[in-house]
């Protein structure tokens, strides 16, 4: 296969998609650098998750390329999608655990489809991973017993159960006391500075990403508006950035939802 | 007069193409089913449990009262004719070819067939079988197959199960109650009901696993990821397993009948 850009580890270019005809991306360009931590802002609704899926092959653009090491994601066949997957890890937003398994079968679910390794090592595999993430004592719960948060962490002992190459975060930190998201942080960059791995961030915790983030992405319109190191955007003369950045109310991104007139509507003038 | 012509033109279009979504879907399942049943024998075997086991309390409830049901209509119709020592082989024959097979399908559908649909469809709503595949493991292969082949092998067992227990009623009821003479009762079933008509059954009763299964896993793996989606697909598991295992039951006792 036709290598389309070799410099970047993930790259994203130009891509248009549409969601039952809305646009959500209209030309966006994105380089995910290879060993680094990039986290990936934006209001809500600009498509974060969907840059996720389209990333991991879940979805395809409908213009442009997105390309993993090199190779176009759209192109490729299920096999080498599957063989691209089994070098990525992703931590969905409500975990995703799978319920009819217990937390230790959870975390050794992708060694024993992908490995023959022997039980005793995948058992410790799976409880140095859950002792990483702090829930080592959890191996025999069940999906159910555990907090919101608590089923995040054992997702991501989960998803680097297969020392991937890349790491994908879809809101790692949200909903988590901070004593866990403290531990999250420190985790993510340390997988990243111990192991090399690439790990890409989609998060509105601003300050705390942008504690650990080498690069930052903030998206609008379908477009990247703002990149760069945190400390950049913060500088950033971009209305939205500064408005993004600040968590204020007023500014060019509406907090409402466009809606008919609110005293019209509280009279019953318009109609239902 | 042109809306209603395009309505209908819609739904014969949206037909023709969840029928063709569900063919290849079918061989899709049908592929890879051997390959699992050899390598992956355990999730097999557990959802053979999950679909079968778990549904012996309705199976034997139902397959005694059909059962006591039909030894009271039976005893009250044949000795009008003076031949209620055919007890026997009128209720047999009535469940091994046409009772045991459809009710056992339509029971199944509304036991382990919505548990099925729903277990699926919950799946896909909270994203399991998004990080399945993920984790390059196809969700068709790990979690629709082995419920497919469990629903399969279950069913023509359920079968075999809800019939004995049937018999028995009719045996309770038309010996116990009504006084039919217990050697009358056996040996003219014994004499009566053959290979044949079991073969009938068994034949039915693979068949209707099949589409039971097939319906319930697909209704489930394709279902809206919402609440109200999963309760819509489950509730069409219901009514198209009805629908289909009845029309089938008759096209195959015209084809076996001949």
């Known amino acids: 296969m036709k290598n389309n850009c070799p410099e970047s580890i993930v790259e994203i270019r130009d891509v248009v998609f549409f969601r039952d005809a809305k646009p959500i991306f209209n030309g966006l360009n994105i380089k995910i650098p290879r060993g680094k931590i990039t986290a990936v802002m934006g209001p809500s609704g600009t498509g974060k998750t969907t840059l996720l899926r389209l990333i991991t092959g879940q979805l395809t653009p409908d213009r442009g390329h997105v390309c993993v090491e090199g190779q176009d994601v759209a192109q490729m066949s299920r096999d080498q999608l599957f063989a691209m997957r089994r070098k990525m890890g992703m931590l969905f937003q409500n975990g995703a655990l799978l319920t009819d398994l217990n937390v230790f079968e959870n975390v050794a679910f992708p060694l024993r489809e992908h490995t023959d390794l022997p039980e005793k090592l995948i058992r410790h595999i799976v409880l140095t991973k859950l002792h990483a993430v702090g829930l080592r004592g959890t191996w ?14 054992v997702a991501l002992a989960r998803s680097m159960a297969m020392d991937p190459e890349i790491i994908i975060y879809d809101e790692p930190l949200a909903g988590l006391d901070p004593i866990s998201m403290g531990v999250i942080l420190r985790l993510i960059k340390r997988l990243n500075d111990a192991l090399g791995i690439t790990s890409i961030v989609v998060s509105h915790d601003v300050h705390e990403i942008g504690s650990i983030a080498d690069c930052s992405y903030l998206m609008a319109d379908g477009k990247v508006i703002a990149s760069g190191a945190p400390d950049e955007l913060r500088k950033d003369g971009n209305p939205i950035v500064q408005q993004f950045m600040a968590g204020m109310a007023e500014g060019p991104v509406p907090f409402h939802y466009p809606g008919p007139d609110y005293e019209e509507q509280l009279l019953g003038k318009v109609a239902e | ?243 289909t295992v009845l029309i089938l039951d008759y096209l195959l006792t015209a084809t076996l009948i001949g």
């Open chain 1, 140 to 153: 025999r719960m069940m999906p159910s017993e555990l907090s919101g948060g608590m089923a995040r962490r």
């Open chain 2, 1 to 243: 007069m042109n809306d209603w012509l395009c309505e209908i033109r819609e739904g014969i279009e949206a037909f023709v193409r969840s029928v063709g979504e569900l063919t290849l879907f079918f061989f899709n399942i049908a592929i890879y089913s051997p390959r699992t049943l050899v390598r992956r024998p355990g999730l097999v075997v557990k959802q053979v449990f999950n679909s079968g086991a778990m549904s012996m309390t309705i199976i034997l409830t139902c397959g005694l009262f059909v059962g006591m049901v039909l030894g009271l209509q039976g005893f009250d119709t044949l000795q009008r004719f003076g031949a209620e020592e055919a007890l026997g082989t009128f209720a047999t024959l009535s469940l091994v070819k046409e009772l045991g097979p459809v009710l056992t399908a339509l029971l199944f559908s509304g036991r382990a067939g919505t548990a099925l649909a729903s277990e699926i469809g919950l799946m896909r709503a909270t994203d399991q079988l998004a990080a399945m595949e993920m984790m390059a493991v196809d969700p068709v292969r790990r979690i629709v197959i082995p419920r497919f082949l469990g629903g399969v092998i279950a069913m023509p067992f359920l079968t075999a199960i809800f019939n004995m227990i049937a018999i028995f009623g009719a045996f309770l009821v038309g010996v116990t109650f009504m006084g039919v003479d217990q050697g009358a009762f056996w040996s003219q079933m014994h004499a009566n009901v053959t290979v044949a008509d079991v073969n009938q059954g068994v034949i039915k009763s693979l068949v209707f696993g099949i589409v039971a299964s097939l319906l319930a896993v697909y209704q489930g793996y394709t279902s809206v990821p919402t609440a109200e989606g999963v309760g819509r697909a489950t509730t069409r598991t219901v009514v198209t397993t009805a629908i």
